[in-house]
Structures are given as C-alpha cells and as structure tokens.
C-alpha cells in the first residue's frame, strides 16, 4: 500500500512564505511525475506545479516567479515554497505522484492536503 503525507501548511500573512512537503511512503519501484494542486473553498482542484523525474518543471501561471518545486528522490519527497504569498492563495494544497509498483504499471496517489490560510 502506498501513502503520501502532506505537512508545512499553516497561517500566512500577505507577502509571507511557507514550505509544503509531501513524502511517499510504501513499497513501490518508482517515482514518476510529482506535482502539486490547490483546492480553494467552493472552486475545483487546480495545478499549481509539476515536475518530472528527470526535473523539468512546469507552473500555473498564477504562481510563476512565486512558487518553485523540487523534489529529492532519494527521501522519496516533492517541496513547493512559496513566496510572496496572496490571498487567492489561500487553499488546501494536495501533492500528487505517479508511481510505478510493478513494473509496466503506474498509479496515480494523492496527499490528504495541507491547508494554507491567511491570518487576518
């Protein structure tokens, strides 16, 4: 079975930062594309981020120049750090991976979210 956990989410101030972490945990071969979406109250989920295995990135408009994901294969984790937070930022952060656990086959897991919010 395999699990991913989010963490880093918490309370922001305009302009602030924070970092989200998601790491896999399980028994799998492989990591392929890890990426990072937001689900803000009432809107559907969206893409924030993704990243390959080989580490081309690419990013929503909206967070370009803001936000940078990465990822450490060896820890079997993705990051995003934002910066220079807005207020539309304010969502639940989901980190999602495409894995393969036997060879040939790939599937796709989701975090439970970690949820980023403004402080008034």
């Given at each position: 079975?395999?699990?991913?956990?989010?963490?880093?989410?918490?309370?922001?101030r305009a302009g602030g930062s924070l970092r989200v972490s998601c790491?896999?945990?399980?028994?799998?071969?492989?990591?392929?594309?890890?990426?990072?979406?937001?689900?803000?109250p009432g809107k559907q989920r969206e893409l924030v981020a993704d990243?390959?295995?080989?580490?081309?990135?690419?990013?929503?408009?909206?967070?370009?120049?803001?936000?940078?994901?990465?990822?450490?294969?060896?820890?079997?984790?993705?990051?995003?750090q934002t910066t220079s937070l807005k207020h539309e930022d304010t969502?639940?952060?989901?980190?999602?991976?495409?894995?393969?656990?036997?060879?040939?086959?790939?599937?796709?897991?989701?975090?439970?979210?970690?949820?980023?919010?403004?402080?008034?």
């Amino acid at each position: 079975q395999v699990r991913l956990l989010e963490s880093g989410g918490g309370l922001v101030r305009a302009g602030g930062s924070l970092r989200v972490s998601c790491a896999a945990f399980g028994s799998f071969i492989s990591i392929n594309d890890m990426g990072w979406y937001r689900q803000a109250p009432g809107k559907q989920r969206e893409l924030v981020a993704d990243i390959t295995s080989g580490g081309s990135t690419e990013y929503a408009d909206y967070v370009k120049g803001r936000f940078t994901i990465s990822r450490d294969n060896a820890k079997k984790m993705v990051y995003l750090q934002t910066t220079s937070l807005k207020h539309e930022d304010t969502a639940d952060y989901y980190c999602k991976m495409i894995i393969t656990r036997v060879a040939g086959l790939h599937y796709q897991y989701w975090g439970q979210g970690t949820p980023v919010t403004f402080s008034p």
